[in-house]
């Protein structure tokens, strides 16, 4: 039967200088219909949904719309057509309200009437189901309030097909399942949804059909009714892979860390970690587990010497001598007490590596200050370098180009390359392998035993469940910046994870501190775009 | 009484032309670009302006002082409009830093002013010969009737035309920004131009257009100078630094139309305060002359401390846009 | 809807230094190109003439050549000291107040204690007063900016300002002759506090002053650890902290060495240059050193050949306004026309513009 597409691609291609994020990408999605796009981090998914959207133009391949094909070019002219995007990381403007936000960018009288726009947005939110103040600044909202602005603003906008990009990312479960009955609503009343994500069960929960891509290629185009975890992940993945992570048993377990009562409060008073108690053994591997926004960060920088410590006590047990109390002091001074920390960060560039500079100079960054000259070593560093680019298989041109321009594996390598290379005593990571392809997250995981055989402390902040699950010794489940639960890697259930990342959520505190997250997280992408950031493909 | 009188009113004429360029500033960053080539631009449009009734006044035999009005307002926005144009060419196609070109643009536009300024005094016989006379009439004619009110009159109703359209013009670029579709697109171009790219505004045209916009607008401040405050002569670096007056106003008024009119006033109330505070030294009268510029950096230092996300820059300022960069 | 975007642009992945020669060679030669034009129209004179005599106002004899080389040698110091401002992404737009009140430090000594001690001491001493007097005005602004991220751009502006309107405040104390307002030359007879000649030559010590600044800086912002912290926070301060850099104290000392040498430029102008103090002693070099600073990206050699050149250009107009009757200020209009092209050139040395192809179907 001859079918119109809401929407419909053919062998769309789009190049970033040398690498190909999209090549000849099919994908068609038919009306009143929820398709999920999946891939893993890197495959190119939002790179061809911005091609949609007329953020990016593709170099060769055809789009059709209702049967008609299309020329995007910009923003303007996805609109005009009927598509609405919610990027993963919020277009919308601090300063202004909700209700100027939704109506930013569109024609009508040139005296603005805000209290007709105010009224039709409260019917639009009435008919699918939102709770939304529009006269409410943009930077007081929590971040599900944020993402309601933004589908509110796709409708008032006339949109027939919308684009979610990874929206439970920043959710919990309860707004996750929320927001999947709006889009069954938004479905009934026609219109198509194209929904971005790499969680399986929530493609299995809530799609008509997926498509699946991979390394910027497309795969194939199932029905959800057809799939299954495993058939899906094999598709995404490519070959069937071995999930299994090695993890050796625990040897000559060490009192490393101990934290006692730590709490960190931000500047506007939100207590983002609270009264957390922890001891972290050397030769463990130490997993954080909770939704994003929760306290990991602040708990990994407060041991580093980034976060002031509001209250409590954190000490480090060196091998014979006395406890130190590392709370309140900044990076030099723990390395001046001789205690070896190695942190890698969440932001890769930005924080743990400099764009600009090669790998040499971003080995210094830890060790520039050794010796007593006023001058640079740099014959260790380039030495140092050298050896992590054999060692790790990092593809560079040479170790004097820029690490901004490496892709997001490369890049992770190095800065994990260089912490290792302090031998240090306890290893803290952040999100290791987010934006990573397979291979290097394997590397790295590799890395990460490697470091705890040699009887290191490794903790480390996985956003995977599964992941944590078979790499972890001892998993921390964090909420709300309380610890809510220790449980053991080896016999930890999902299910109990989960409740524990939910218990005693007091709503409006936590959705505050992900506010403000996801204001870290747009200032980092905003430093992308300004050309420092991450050079990796999505 | 008598010379309060007069003081407000030398306040006032004095901080009309910042004024302008203030309000010309505040539009240009509105989009986002820090425009500091505000200065020069001023001297372009004054001795354009100038230049425009100077020749317009040989040129005819009985020269009209309204032609020679509608003539320099045109030649100073017009040229004026150029130097924005300059400064959006490089700053927004070619991406060059804001800083620099706008620097570089101060310094061409200033001697650009100065230029012609010489040149025209040449023709014209000599330093301080230029007259345009019948064209500054028009500039420094004053309301009939109202104008004559005892105290009222002198406060209110003694300036030219300028004064009040520079008044008209604060409060129409308030409604604009506050009130209007475009003037909401404006200023989300210059909070987050990701964002407003997103929703289908232009950024390049509303970029091009408040800069080029702004600059006309900075522009008649220059012309306010020549023929309003000096009665249609010139001289060379005749208005000084009240081009980075203008900057530091935008500064001043939080990037509102609305408190830049006052705070022009104050500006100018504080930059001829010591001509009339008795029995001050030569000095001290020096020392009085920096005060407009203390004042400018304790607001920005207060401001820095309170942090109120309302009275903040625009957040997208001096930040160059580009949206395929990666 | 149905036309494509005929040209696309994408950033470089890296160029060669010829190709970056010649893009600012290129536009460089345009730049003459439209002075020409523009010169053309003022004065109807042919455009290969006015620029013999532009050569010859800056290079046609060894007086010139000298006045040419001073005024280099100033514009060359202050963007030195513009540089680790700028390397750490700090907007010293200040360097005309610094300049200012260095020199002020230096004429006053000049004015008050020449009398009283030996001539070298007082050079000793001028100098070290002129640059802790930059190095003040410097740090003013970077206190506020560490502790509460006050605008530097804007603070260190307005501090031009207030430079300029001390330095009034003080020529009235010290005018010469009385209800002038201006300096006068300082210590014309005794010639106390210029700097000496050596080898009959008056601007040795301004040579040996403003490259050995070049030197050291090259040295110190390449070689150096401090100069490392400089790197790493103008580029992320988030990274600096996280590399155990104190930021706040990089920024302090940064802007002193900074704040220091363009003092040192004001001591140079008022003992090497010309011996007296007004409120134009700077003479907006402080703003054109901005320029140059930038657009050498803080390589020194880059900055001796902009500095060069823009120098060359205003001796050279002033040649050309006395030898066809223009005014002087003909060369800010050309030096600023030059300057565009220049900054215009940056873009296609950072970007490629391509034609895009065709795309196959219809």
Partial sequence: MEQTYAIELQNITKRFGSVVANDRVNLSVRKGEILCVLGENGSGKTTLMNMISGIYYPEEGRITVDGREVKIRSPKDSFDLGIGMVHQHFKLVDILTAAENIILGLPGAQVLDMKQVVREIRELADKYGFDIDPNEKIYRMSVSQKQTVEIVKMLYRGAKILILDEPTAVLTPQEADRLFDVLRNMKKHGCSIILITHKLHEVLAVSDRVSILRKGQYVDTVETKDATVASLTEMMVGTKVDLNIERPEPKNMKKRLELKHVTCTSKDGIRRLDDANLTVYGGEILGIAGIAGSGQKELLEAIAGLQPVTEGEISFFPDDSEPKILSNLDVAAIRKLGVRLAFVPEDRIGMGLVGSMDMTDNMMLRSYTRGKSEFLDRKTPGKLAAKIKNQLEIVTPSISAPVGRMSGGNVQKVLVGREIAQKPKVLMVAYPTRGIDINSSYTIYHLLNEQKQHGVAVICVIEDLDVLMELCDRIVVLCGGHVTGVVDGRTAKKEELGVLMTKTMKNEESDAQRAETDKNGESAVQAARTGKGDAGVE | ????????????????????????????????????????????????????????????????????????????????????????????????????????????????????????????????????????????????????????????????????????????MSFFLFRTRRGLNLRAVGENPATADAAGINVTKYKYLATCIGAGIAGLGGLYFVMEYSGGTWTDNGFGDRGWLAVALVIFAMWKPLNAIWGSILFGALYILYLYIPGLGRSMQEVFKALPYLVTIIVLVITSFRKKKENQPPAGLGVPYFREER | MNKEPLFRMSRRESIGIGKQILIYVLALFLALVVCAGVIFLLVRMNPIDVYKAMFDGALGTKRRTWITIRDLLVLLCIAVGLAPAFKMRFWNIGAEGQILIGGLVSAALMINIADKIPNTVLLVLMLIGSAAGGLVWGLIPTFFKAKWKTNETLFTLMLNYVAMQIVTYCIVFWENPKGSNSVGIINQKTRAGWLPEVLGNDYFWNIVIVLVLTVFMFIYLKYSKQGYEVAVVGESERTARYAGISVKKVMLRTMSLSGAICGIAGFILVSGAGHTISTSTAGGRGFTAIIVAWLARFNTIAMVLISFGIVFMQKGAIQIASQYGLNENASDVLLGIILFFIIGAEFFIKYKIERNHRQEGK
Wanted: hydrophobic share 50%.
């Fill in chain 2, 1 to 172: 009484m008598g010379v309060l009188i007069v003081f407000i009113q030398k306040a006032i004429v004095q901080g009309m032309g910042i004024l302008f360029g203030a309000l010309g500033e505040i539009l240009t960053e509105k989009s986002g670009n820090l425009n500091l080539g505000i200065p020069g631009i001023m001297y372009m449009g004054g001795i354009a302006g100038l230049m425009g009734a100077f020749f317009y006044e040989r040129g005819s035999a009985s020269p009209n002082p309204v032609v020679g009005m509608l003539i320099s307002l045109l030649c100073a926005f017009a040229c004026a409009v150029i130097g924005g144009l300059i400064y959006s060419v490089l700053t927004i196609s070619l991406r060059a830093n804001q800083n620099v070109t706008g620097l570089a643009l101060t310094i061409f536009g200033t001697g650009f002013g100065n230029f012609f300024g010489g040149s025209v005094s040449k023709l014209a016989g000599g330093v301080g010969q230029i007259s345009v006379s019948t064209t500054a009439s028009a500039y420094r004619a004053r309301i009939p009737v109202l104008s004559e009110l005892p105290v009222v009159g002198d406060v209110l109703f003694s300036y030219g035309f300028l004064t009040y359209f520079a008044l008209v013009a604060a409060v129409a």
